[in-house]
């Protein structure tokens, strides 16, 4: 229990003052030992009388602590301490018991050391050992037990304490050990009442100190000298001390009982009065709505009959519990808070909550909850009226779903749809984001009716419903507004309209494949297909009905289209949409038909001497001609191609190396290439490397994979293992248009490289933008600091080299030097380079 700061102060000046005697009785007799006193107390009864007494009481404040503790009052640590004064208590009274000798001291300094362990155990966290801490006193009472039993029967197993009157230095060391733990125990406990303010928490550190005190003044004193007497005082001061404090605890905690008990008294005559109070209302209280009355603290009283009709409790299920046990879950804890502070401050609350009947059946209630006050205008009960409405519920329901869902495939119609696409409008104005209505009719289902008649009809557009449900996301929203017509709102897409209209045509043909499947109605299988007309939208500027025309005259493009295809209401959209298309089915045969050119940009050093090459892939398409990467990288990269493509490029450039290294002029000669996320991440990228090196028998120091922030960020610890792996191999490693990404200095630390690319964006103006000259020389920094080779790209002017060359530059690609070339002429660019490095 807690006290007033005045009492705590009483306390700690009591504890001082005792403490002080303490303290001064020990002076004393060291003063008296230290001027040269030789007197002796060989006084065994006074003994014996002052360390039984100690004894009795650490026994009594054991017992006491253990009582408080049966009834949660006193210390957290009631246990532990009480388990410490039992085994001290026991040791010391069987100490009080011997003949001054061996045995005598010996016993003395077990006990302080036992005890002193015990003690120190506070410091031991709160949860541990917890389930087991009732048994610790007898635990304790066990160990004193069977400790003092083998002095006793073993005594010439007990090491030498006494000598010449003299403590030896094993018991001086018992008891500087006990005492040390005993005001370890100290500190513990003092710190645990500056948080828990108990005064037994400050007691136990008090007793304690004084122990330690005792014990720490051991080894300075002899047998039946003055600081030998000192020290027994001093500690029975402690100990009676600390029994005064804890039969004061005991009283005021026995007056605060009788105190609560004769509250409990009045608060029973008072609910007895109300009760009667109430047994004089019972004759409103059976009607056909449920009735239920609460205490105070919420415990049902009494119920109606209704009650528990609508609940299927009994009277004997709820009396005594609490409401909460017809709580559906349905409801969050803010909004019984909600409740619950309405109620209070204004007396009553009314409203719709959903609660659960005793088979588990969650229904819905019209609930009235008012506040019963007594004159002193204490609220003494709660009486709450309801009524089932889940009759009424389901008619709401009903008429809702069809007010707005269409009652073949139970998808919102054309009303809901309306709503839907206004609050979609009004969002994509806020949040700046394209959304896009797919208007969707199937084709021939007329002719589906009349050969198969409705019931087959009705069972394929369930089976549509269903399978568009499946190709959208759950926000999306898809409506039947008529006949076999179907629109599909598809919010959120993406800022960037082109990016929009991709992932739009992504889901439209999803939905086609998907709509395009054999149908299997009644044993009988059908074949449709969808005409799908696409208009995308971005904030309010057009109304809902421009919307749905829109995508409907896009949806007859489609059927006029041929049917079984998808159409965008913006042509320019459209052409992209199908350009993109067409490029991607043409890119699937580029590889097959051999398509594909590796083009060649020569990479040089400080002396303009080739290093080497970039491989660059070309599409040479035979109607288009050339194709630029920036083209169909990206649709390559949005499918599987990438992998295939980038295995080419890689047998391709190894295949050229194995030529070069065949020639004196090119066998030094390096090749970089560029490796894609996706083609990073297969699980065997690095075997797949080391396969292919070993096929051409090629170096591995002479190839260099180029990988981008896109490759690093995937995965960093993945990357960073493949990283190694290919570093054992012996290939280079670049990081490509470094500078460029947020990321490239915070993983610059880990990644195990040979060298950054200054991205060309950087180099491009550095010769008339400070910004992008300061982060070129930044980048040639940090590169020179980790030790890293650097390259820039995209040099074209002398302007750019003579600066990169004056900051400090490694190597050098660009224009200036060469464009990429096809094979033949960069072969020939080499032999010409030598005769041509003072042009540059």
């Known amino acids: 229990m807690t006290t007033s700061r005045s009492e705590t102060l009483r306390l700690r000046m ?19 030992e ?33 009582r408080l503790n049966a009834i949660g009052e006193g210390s957290s640590f009631n246990y532990k301490v009480a388990a410490a004064l039992l085994a001290m208590g026991c040791l010391d009274g069987l100490h009080a018991l011997m003949q001054a000798g061996n045995q005598f001291v010996w016993l003395h300094s077990l006990a302080t050391a036992v005890g002193g362990v015990l003690f120190a155990l506070v410091w031991l966290p709160a949860h541990a050992f917890k389930p087991t801490l009732r048994y610790w006193p007898a635990a304790a009472l066990l160990l004193a037990f069977a ?147 609460t205490d105070a603290t919420g415990n049902i009283i009494r119920v109606n009959h209704a009650f528990q009709i609508i609940t299927g409790y009994s009277a004997e299920d709820v009396l005594g519990k609490n409401p909460r046990i017809l709580s559906s879950g349905r409801h969050s804890s803010e909004f019984y808070a909600a409740m619950w502070t309405h109620l209070l401050e204004n007396r009553s609350w009314t409203g719709e909550i959903w609660d659960k009947r005793k088979n588990g059946q969650i229904y819905p209630k019209w609930l009235t909850i008012t506040a019963v006050k007594n004159k002193e205008g204490v609220t003494t009960e709660f009486v709450a009226i309801f009524s089932d409405i889940t009759n009424r519920k389901q008619a709401e329901e009903e008429i809702f779903s069809l007010a707005f869902y269409d009652t073949l495939t139970k998808l919102p ?161 459209q052409f992209a949409v199908e350009s993109r298309a067409a490029l991607e089915a043409e890119l699937r045969h580029a590889l097959p038909n051999d398509q594909f050119q590796l083009h060649y940009q020569v990479q040089l050093d400080n002396e303009l001497r080739p290093l080497g090459a970039e491989a660059l892939i070309r599409w040479i398409h035979p109607q288009r001609g050339m194709i630029s990467p920036a083209r169909f990288i990206p649709i390559a990269e949005d499918s599987s191609l990438i992998q295939e493509i980038g295995s080419w490029v890689l047998e ?41 090196l070993d096929k051409y028998k090629v170096a591995p120091s002479s190839l260099k994979l180029e990988l981008t922030e896109s490759v690093v960020l995937s995965d960093v610890a993945d990357v960073i293992g493949k990283m190694h792996a290919l570093k054992v191999l012996g290939i280079q490693l670049s990081l490509d248009d470094f500078g460029t990404g947020y990321s490239s200095l915070a ?52 302007d750019q080299l003579a600066f990169l060359r004056q900051n400090g530059c490694m190597a050098y690609q660009g224009y200036l030097f060469s464009k990429p070339l096809p094979i033949e002429a960069f072969e020939e660019l080499l032999r010409q380079i030598p005769a041509n490095r003072n042009a540059f």
Request: hydrophobic share 45%.
């Open 14 to 32: 009591l504890m001082a003052t005792v403490f002080a005697f303490g303290l001064a009785v020990q002076a004393l007799s060291m003063a008296l």
């Open 34 to 66: 230290g001027f040269g006193s030789t007197m002796r107390l060989p006084n065994l009864p006074l003994h014996g009388a002052i360390e039984m007494a100690g004894s009795v009481i650490a026994v009594m404040v054991a017992y006491l602590l253990l």
């Open 147 to 293: 400790l003092g039993g083998y002095s006793l029967l073993l005594p010439e197993h007990i090491p030498l304490m006494l000598e010449s009157g003299q403590f030896t230095s094993t018991a001086a060391a018992l008891n500087f050990c006990g005492g040390t733990l005993l005001l370890a125990a100290a500190v513990k406990l003092y710190l645990t009442y500056r948080t828990s303010n108990k005064p037994e928490d400050l007691l136990f550190s008090f007793q304690c100190l004084i122990l330690s005190s005792a014990a720490l003044t051991f080894a300075y004193s002899s047998i039946w000298d003055w600081p030998w007497w000192g020290w027994h005082v001093q500690r029975l001061a402690g100990y009676s001390l600390t029994l005064w404090l804890i039969v004061q605890t005991a009283k005021k905690i026995e007056t605060r009982t009788l105190q609560n008990n004769k509250l409990l008294t009045q608060q029973i005559e008072e609910r007895k009065r109300t009760e009667s109070q109430l047994r004089i209302a019972a004759i409103a209280f059976e009607t056909h709505e449920a009735i239920m009355i």
């Open 652 to 692: 391709t450039a190894c295949k050229q190396l194995a030529d070069w290294s065949a020639r004196e002029n090119t066998r030094d000669l390096k090749l970089a290439i560029n490796v894609s996320a996706q083609q990073f991440k297969r699980h065997d990228f690095v075997q797949s490397i080391a396969d292919m």
């Open 747 to 798: 993983y610059l630390k880990q990644l195990p490289l040979d060298q950054i690319k200054i991205d060309q964006s950087f180099v491009r103006d550095i010769t008339s933008d400070n910004d992008d000259a300061t982060m070129v020389q930044t980048i040639i920094s940090l590169a020179t600091h980790f030790k890293l080779n650097v390259i820039a790209e995209g040099v074209e002017t002398e």
């Open 413 to 573: 119609n054309r009303r809901f749809l309306l709503e839907r696409m206004q609050q979609s409008l009004s969002a994509s104005a806020r949040n700046h984001l394209h959304g896009a209505l797919l208007f969707l009719d199937m084709d021939r289902f007329k002719i589906l009716n009349d050969t198969l008649g409705h019931d087959h009809g009705d069972l394929f557009l369930i089976e549509v419903a269903k399978r568009m449900q499946h190709c959208v996301r759950d926000m999306d929203t898809v409506a039947r507004i008529g006949g076999d017509e179907f629109v599909i709102l598809i919010e959120e897409i993406a800022p960037d309209a082109n990016e929009a209209s991709q992932k739009a045509a992504m889901i439209a043909e999803k939905i086609r494949a998907s709509l395009a499947q054999p149908y299997l109605l009644n044993d009988k299988e059908y074949h449709s297909s969808p005409s799908i007309g696409v208009c995308l939208y971005q904030g309010d500027q057009e109304s809902v009905d421009e919307l749905l025309k829109h995508a409907d005259m896009a949806m007859y493009q489609a059927k006029e289209s041929g049917r079984n295809t998808v159409r965008f209401f913006d042509p320019a959209m």
